[in-house]
């Protein structure tokens, strides 16, 4: 599919686990089909019945992989659970997690979301070593190295483990000894902990699973925090020196589903905050609001409430578009778009428009967007963008564009504004949107990542990283 139909930053996983329940399985599959927007290449599942393991995972969507009969085969009390959008290593069978492996202290499985900066380094280390590494995932150099741990307990497998790993992490392990949960100390990427009403525990990227499974939301695992779960309970350490938090704010802009609670706060209503604020720095005489479907939608009806303009629905999306499709011979005129968003030319003819956005990457669905909303009529079109430009490329688990590809890297509101052939481009100031997060006249950023916006990395890059994953094409920017 044309790259240019999805002009997003792309979510890189998500990731589920369950401890104490008949129906371990079953629930994981829900779980990760409630979690499939934050991963659409590829899913797995391991189970565990007290005595074996079992283990399914394909290419693919999450309906479309487990059927009754894989689910069937996956036995037991215990499973954890992956959705994969890749970052690192390609898009193959190998590189879907779960990975699950054989070692001293018996069989582990583990998921992972989140991107390790210093996992070539550490790979090289390992194969000098003599590991044989089976897939070109990040997240295999973390089993390694509790497999080469000379340490007792698991627990203190993965605390040592995890001592050498730069970059961020959320972790579910299950092995024989339980399900174990690990946030890095930064808690870059979400991790929350849930109980079910028959008493078992559940860990997830995300809160919106607790609701399909009726399970009740505990609390955010910590960051830095190791939590065990088996029979005994849950169990908790905080092993890691403190790190200063730097959540990543671009849960609340985009990747998480609106009805989560990430952070601690309700996703859909810091998005309808951002539109609010977007209409208070970038107002503008217009007859009508209307969302880039879905993800625009709270922030253009928090934008239409604080600036007095009607909301409606202005682009219908087509939510059947899979993965491919067949472009006719004959070229049509921005295809892609068109087969994905339709205008509705009655509404929009004749009329001021600002049409809301949560983001804009490289611009050239905007553009697209823009013109198509002409075509149907309008006499001007005002865009309005509910988060800062983004300016530089995420290396913490999350797929971006490079550096050159990101239009507002190398180009001015102005120069963006001509290219996508708006009458006016406008985005929310970082001070916005933190009013936004924090619900308050405090613009400060206390706790959130917002190297895309900032070009800060909380977690600098040494010398030796920078040379060997050729993160930056030019000098590298500033860590906070």
Known sequence: MDKDIFDKMHEECGIFGIFGHPEAANLTYLGLYALQHRGQEASGIVTYDGK?????????????????????????????GHNRYSTTGGNKLENVQPIMVNYALGTLSMVHNGNLINATFLRDELEAYGAIFQSSMDSEVIIHLIAHSRK??????????????????????????????????????????????DGGHVLSSETCTFDLIDAKFVRDIEPGEVVLINDKGVTSSSPFLPENPAHCVFEYVYF??????????????????????????????????????????????????????PYDTGLIRNHYVGRTFIEPQQAIRHFGVKIKLNAISGLLEGKRVVVVDDSLVRGTTSRKIVKMIRAAGAKEVHVRISS?????????????????ELVASSHSVEEIRKYITADTLTYLSNEGMFRAVYQSETCENQHFCTACFSEEYPIPFTGEEIKQLGLFEIDPPSAQ
């Not at 092995?175 to 174990?180: A, D, F, H, R």
């Not at 309808?272 to 005489?285: S, T």
């Not at 800062?388 to 050159?404: A, E, L, N, W």
């Open 388 to 404: 800062p430009p983004i300016v530089s490329p995420c290396f913490y688990g999350i797929d971006t564009p490079t550096r050159q």
């Open 152 to 197: 007792k307990e698991l627990t203190e497998r993965i605390i040592e483990s995890l001592s050498r790993v730069r970059g961020a992490y959320s972790l579910i392990f299950l092995s024989e000894q339980g399900m174990i949960g690990v946030r890095d100390p930064h808690g870059v990427r979400p991790l929350s902990l849930g109980r079910l009403k």
């Open 52 to 80: 074996d393991f079992y283990q399914e995972k394909e290419i693919g969507l999450v309906a479309d992989i487990f059927s009754e009969d894989r689910l069937n085969r996956l036995k037991g009390h215990a499973a954890i």
């Open 256 to 309: 998480s589903r609106p009805d989560s609670d990430v952070y601690g706060r309700n996703v859909y209503q810091i998005r309808k905050r951002m539109g609010k604020e977007l209409a208070k720095e970038g107002d503008i005489k217009a007859d009508i609001v209307i969302p880039v479907p879905d993800s625009g939608v709270p922030a253009a009806l928090g934008y239409s409430e604080a600036s007095g303009l």
